[in-house]
Nanobody
Framework: QVQLVESGGGLVQAGGSLKLSCAASGPIVRIASTGWYRQPPGKQRELVARMSNSGGTNYADSVKGRFTISRDNAKSTLYLQMNNLKPEDTAVYYC??????????????WGQGTQVTVSS
């Protein structure tokens, strides 16, 4: 079974930086795409950034120029570097992997979420 374990969240002052990590494990044959989503308090989950299998990226307008998604295939780890954080970035952040396993076709897997709180 595919597992995604996130780390790196926490409390930071506005203007600060955090780097989130998401380590994937399990019988993954191929990863189609990866991404980060967030769910602010009282709001729906929203896309932050995605990276395709070929390395193409797209970002939410609200984080362009501040956040960077990256991936280390050798470590099966996804990252989200967040700079110049703002209070409105406060949310639970989730990593997402669309993967094919030995026993299942393309399927979305989710991490457990990590809290990011930005104080003003």
């Amino acid at each position: 079974q595919v597992q995604l374990v996130e780390s790196g969240g926490g409390l930071v002052q506005a203007g600060g930086s955090l780097k989130l990590s998401c380590a994937a494990s399990g019988p993954i044959v191929r990863i189609a795409s990866t991404g980060w989503y967030r769910q602010p308090p009282g709001k729906q989950r929203e896309l932050v950034a995605r990276m395709s299998n070929s390395g193409g990226t797209n970002y939410a307008d609200s984080v362009k120029g501040r956040f960077t998604i990256s991936r280390d295939n050798a470590k099966s780890t996804l990252y989200l570097q967040m700079n110049n954080l703002k209070p409105e970035d406060t949310a639970v952040y989730y990593c997402n992997v669309e993967a094919i396993t030995e026993s299942r076709g393309p399927y979305d897997y989710w991490g457990q979420g990590t809290q990011v709180t930005v104080s003003s």
